[in-house]
C-alpha cells in the first residue's frame, strides 16, 4: 500500500488536544485502505517561543519541506502578539510552501443546528477558495511621524497578474471537478480603487476560458450579507486574501459549523506540502481541560486525504463524522451540548470508520 | 419654528421613487412639530453623466456646501461603472465635507421576520461607526507592467492618528450618550502587518480615556461570524472604512432589514453638511415600477433629523416605520410580501406620524 510521511505540528493549546484524535481516525481509515502514515512531531509554538525567541528553528523550513503533507493543530497563546506567533511561523509557512490556495468547505452537517433558520443539510453546501499568499496580507508599508500628532501608518495590498490568475483558475477547475459549475467572486470594485477593478479584469478574462462555468460576482458588503440572506445561492466563491478570510470564517458562522470546520492550505502543483488545519484556534479558555472538540480537526486530517489523492478514505472520514454527528446517542463534546471528552468523540469517529 | 435647507439628490432608479415618500414624511413630521424644510433638488446622477461626462458639474461641492444637511437616493447605474459614479459624486461628498463617520443602525424591527433564528425585537439593537474618509478605500497605488505576465496592481491603505483617533472618539461618545457603555472594535491585526496593529494600539489610547465604557475586540473574520451567530452581545462596533463596509450591510442581512436599513454620512461638528441616505442601490430591476420600499430613505430622513438636533421629530418618524411595520393591515411592498406601492406606504408612515 501507499505510504505517506507527515509532519505534525499540534501548536498551542488545544491543539494538543485535538490532534492525536485525527492521528487516531489517520490510523483507522488507513488500516481499512492499507495506507500507511507516518508522523514526524514538531513541537514549535508559542511556549518553545518564549524559551528560543523563536517560533520555529532556523532552519524550520527546510525540515518540513521533504513531507507529503502538514497537519497543524492551532497557533497563538495569550502573551505571544499575534504578529509574532503568526508571521513567525504560520504564515511563512503558506508563503514558502506557496500554499497560495486556502480552501474551507461550508457546509451544513446532520445534528448541528445552524444560527439561520428554514436550513436543512443539503441546503448549504459550497466551498470558499482564498487567496492565501498576497494580496491585503502583506507587510508592505511602515509608519511615518512616529508617535505624534501626524502620525501616519500605510499598508499596501499587492495584486500580481501570476498570484490572481492562478486562484482564479483553481476556482474554475474546482467548479468543474465539482460538477456544480458556477463560481462567484468577491469583489469591492465600486470603493477599492485599483485592486478591485483588477481582480474583475481578471476574473472576467479567466471566466473566458471556463465558457461552461456560469458566474456571479458580488461586492463583499452585500457578499456577506447573502451569505446570512441566501446562503444556498453559492457553489464556489472565489476570493483575495482577506475577503477570503471573512468569508470563510462567516460561512461556517452561517452552519454553526465554526468549531469544527477544517481548512487546507494548498500548494495545488504539489511541488511543496500543504498544511490542513481546523478554523478554531487554540482556544486557552478550554485548554488542558480535555474537552476540546477534535472535529475540525480529524476533517482536516480528511481534506488531506483529498488532496494527496485518497479521496475514498478522505469520503470516508467525512462519512464517520456525519454519522457519528446525527446519531443522537453518540458522545458529545461540550461546545455540541454534550459532556464527553475530546477522546470519547476521537475514538467514536475512529471506529465509525 | 426651527427651518431648514435641505439638498435633495435622488440620484440614479428607485432614489427617485422613494426621495418624495421621504419628503412627504419629512413634511408632515414638520407639519407636528413646527419645523419648516425647504428642499434643493439637483438632478446629478449616471443619466447626466452620458450627457455632460461629469456626475457633477464643476462646483457641485460648492453648491452643496450652504445646506443643512444632504438627502441622497442611490448613485449608480449600469453601464456606468462603479468607480466614475461613486468617485465621481458620492465619495467625493463624504470626503469634501469631511463626513468622517458612517452611522448605521442594526435593529431587528416588529413585523420583519429575519434570517437568523430566535431572536425577537429588542435582541438585536446597535450601531455600527464606520470610518468614511481614509483607509482602505483609497486612490493611492497603481499598476504596472499592464498587459505582460509580471503584471502587478498595488493599493494602499492610509490610516492617519487624527482619522483614526476621531472616529474612535466617536464611537466612545455615542456609546455613552446611548447609555450602552460597550464599544466593540474590528480589527484584523493578526494577519495585517502594519494597520491594524496600529488600529488596536488607538483603540487601547483612546478607551483608556472612557475608563466607564467596556471594551472588546475582535479580528474581522471571527466578528463576522459573530454577528450571525450572537448579534445580541454589540452595543457600538466601531471599524475601518473597509471593515464598516462589511460589517453594516451584514448587520441589516442579519436582522433581514437590508432593503430598509439607513445610513449617515456624517460630518459631527456640523462644519460642513452631512449626507443621509439608504442602504439599498439604485435597483435597476425594479426601476420605474413604482415598488421600491421606501422605508430606507425615510429611516435615513429621521438620521437626518437626530444628527439636526431634532431627536423628538426623528423618533416620531422611527415610531411611525415601526407601528406600520407592525400592522398586519398596513401597506406592504412586495419586498416584504404585499402588493401597495412605494407612495401607499410612505402616506401609511407619513399618516402614522
Ligand atoms: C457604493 C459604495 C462605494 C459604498 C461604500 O462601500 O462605501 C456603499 O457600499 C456604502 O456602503 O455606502
Ligand atoms: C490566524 C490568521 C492569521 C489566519 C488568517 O487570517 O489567515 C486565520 O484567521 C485563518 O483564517 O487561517
Not at 503533507?69 to 503558506?94: E, F, Q, T, Y
Not at 502583506?138 to 490572481?164: D, H, I, K, P, Y
Not at 441566501?230 to 465554526?258: K, M, Q, Y
Not at 475540525?296 to 494527496?308: E, P, R, T, V
Request: some cysteine.
Amino acid at each position: 500500500g501507499q505510504s505517506y510521511e507527515l509532519a505534525i505540528l499540534p501548536g498551542d493549546g488545544i491543539g494538543n488536544e485535538v490532534m492525536p484524535e485525527a492521528l487516531r481516525v489517520l490510523d483507522a481509515v488507513g488500516a481499512k485502505h492499507g495506507i500507511r502514515f507516518r508522523y514526524r512531531n514538531f513541537d514549535w509554538n508559542c511556549e518553545t517561543y518564549k524559551i528560543t525567541g523563536r517560533m520555529m528553528p532556523e532552519d524550520g523550513l527546510d525540515r518540513l519541506r521533504d513531507h507529503d503533507s502538514i497537519l497543524l493543530g492551532a497557533v497563538g497563546w495569550p502573551g505571544v502578539p499575534d504578529h509574532i506567533s503568526l508571521w513567525g511561523l504560520l504564515l511563512p509557512i503558506r508563503r514558502a510552501f506557496d500554499q497560495y490556495v486556502n480552501l474551507r468547505p461550508v457546509r451544513l452537517l446532520p445534528g448541528v443546528t445552524p444560527p439561520v433558520r428554514d436550513k436543512a443539510p443539503g441546503d448549504i453546501d459550497f466551498w470558499v477558495v482564498r487567496e492565501n499568499t498576497e494580496g491585503e496580507y502583506s507587510q508592505l508599508g511602515g509608519r511615518q511621524g512616529e508617535g505624534t500628532e501626524n502620525e501616519m501608518v500605510l499598508q499596501t495590498a499587492a495584486f500580481t497578474r501570476r498570484g490572481t490568475d492562478r486562484i482564479l483558475r483553481y476556482a474554475f477547475e474546482l467548479a468543474r471537478r465539482l460538477g456544480k459549475p458556477h463560481v462567484t467572486s468577491a469583489t469591492k470594485s465600486n470603493g477599492i480603487y485599483y485592486s478591485m477593478p483588477y481582480w474583475d479584469e481578471r476574473f472576467a478574462a479567466i471566466a473566458a476560458e471556463y465558457p461552461d462555468v456560469r458566474v456571479d460576482q458580488d461586492h463583499i458588503d452585500i457578499l456577506c450579507a447573502r451569505f446570512v440572506m441566501s446562503p444556498e445561492r453559492f457553489d464556489v466563491v472565489v476570493a483575495s486574501n482577506l475577503f477570503g478570510d471573512i468569508l470563510s470564517d462567516l460561512g461556517p458562522g452561517v452552519t454553526g459549523t465554526i468549531g469544527v470546520a477544517p481548512s487546507g492550505n494548498i500548494n495545488p502543483e504539489r511541488v511543496h506540502p500543504s498544511t490542513f488545519e481546523p478554523v478554531h484556534g487554540s482556544a486557552p479558555d478550554i485548554a488542558g481541560k480535555g474537552i476540546a472538540n477534535p472535529i475540525g480537526q480529524i476533517w482536516s486530517a480528511a481534506l488531506m486525504l483529498d488532496h494527496l489523492g485518497e479521496a475514498e478514505a478522505g469520503a470516508d472520514v467525512v462519512a464517520a463524522i456525519e454519522s457519528v454527528l446525527s446519531d443522537d446517542s453518540a458522545p458529545r463534546t461540550p461546545d455540541l451540548g454534550g459532556t464527553a471528552s475530546t477522546e470519547d468523540l476521537g475514538k467514536a469517529v475512529a471506529a465509525a470508520v
